[in-house]
């Protein structure tokens, strides 16, 4: 990072997740799907976030933690796997601290008065978020729509965001899967970067970390565009390990082939 700061004037690490939620690009696609989701939380109601992998899904879950005060939510976060339904209960009860012992409905009754009294004893609004939601088996993310169910559905309580790749679409279209489906007050779709929007972020994570000048010429943003058609993963790494390739140069300006010796490199 020594060199980094001495040839491009980096006040820290450029292109990392160690963004606060002021320091990130507004686009308009991601800040709409932010805005949605949080939405629906606020309103005690269930979410959808479908995003390829690299167009930012961790980084849209990060930002909605960082809206969603302590004091007022109480926000339980689970990386799914391809569980049978009692096991992802159990998954979910040790992210709450509860005990996870006991057959499939009571852990449902559990987790049920779990969230019922998180709202209505300590007056603060349960949120789960199920990321990799994906990997969801049907009867399991069916599941979903019995957490949700309070007093016959005329109380709203829990509010879910299901997070992952394109099969959570293919799953949620699913005949079966409608009655979980429906109770989804807003779904997100997130996408690659185009070229411009790709050019602005590179421009502004560089402005972030504290560069006093765009350290990429035009030809090295275009390969950086070509070589990861939008995705912000691959960019923050290709970024990264181009501007090292200058620096071990003692370059101040990152070029085309800097970034085609980063991609070798990243292979």
Known sequence: MKDLQSIFGFHKTPYTR??????HLPLPHLDEALNGIQGAVEERMSAALIAPAGTGKT?????????????RYRVRYVKVTSLGKRDMCREIS???GMR???NYPALVRALQEHFDNSYAIDGLRPVLLLDESHDLRPETLDMVRILTNFDMDSKLVLAVVLAGQQGLAKMLARDELQSIAKRLNHC???????RDETLRYLEHR???AGASNFPFDSGAAETIYELTRGNLR???ALAFKALKKAAENNEAVVSS???????????
Not at 18 to 23: A, H, P
Not at 59 to 71: D, N, Q, V, Y
Not at 257 to 267: P, S
Request: glycine letters at 2%; proline letters at 2%.
């Open 234 to 236: 691959a960019i923050d």
């Open 59 to 71: 980084t849209i879950l990060r930002r909605l933690l960082s809206r969603l005060p302590e004091a």
């Open 188 to 194: 997100s779709f997130l996408r690659l970067l185009s």
């Open 18 to 23: 160690e963004l606060s939620e002021n320091e």
């Open 100 to 102: 996870s012992a006991g």
């Open 206 to 208: 560089s402005a972030v």
């Open 257 to 267: 082939a800097h970034v085609v010796a980063a991609k070798k490199e990243l292979i």
């Open 94 to 96: 040790a992210a709450c």
